[in-house]
């Protein structure tokens, strides 16, 4: 699994590492029931500071991704296209902020576009 971080890009550190690892998922370099490399170790690899690490780690957590196990460290339990819907929703989100769009109109119009596809 390659990740790489552009210093230089809008986007905070540990969205680029957690989109890095997504990628892995998705191309599946990294399966289901694998290891990540441990947050220390990353960090001295990317030249980050290890809580970027842990928080990118954190946040593929809450979005199911990985499991964070005390003393294994994180291990992936979601497999290709389980970071899909986040990212399609982080875009819907950015486009509403662009034109105006308050976020309980944006829920409103999902839900609402459910209940409508069934």
Known sequence: ????????SS??????????????????????????PAARHLARFLDVNMHTVLRAYAELRDVGLVELR?????????????????EAARRLIAEAD????????????????ARHTK
């Not at 699994?1 to 230089?8: E, V």
């Not at 662009?98 to 576009?113: H, L, M, S, T």
């Open 70 to 86: 005390r003393g294994r460290g994180a291990v992936v339990v979601g497999g290709p296209g389980a970071g899909w819907l986040l």
């Open 11 to 36: 986007a905070p550190l540990y969205r680029q590492i957690a989109d890095g690892v997504r990628r892995a998922v998705d191309r599946e370099e990294v399966k289901p029931g694998e290891r990540l």
């Open 1 to 8: 699994m390659l990740i790489t971080i552009d210093p230089s």
């Open 98 to 113: 662009r034109r105006g769009i308050e976020g309980v109109e944006v829920v409103a119009a999902v839900a609402d576009a």
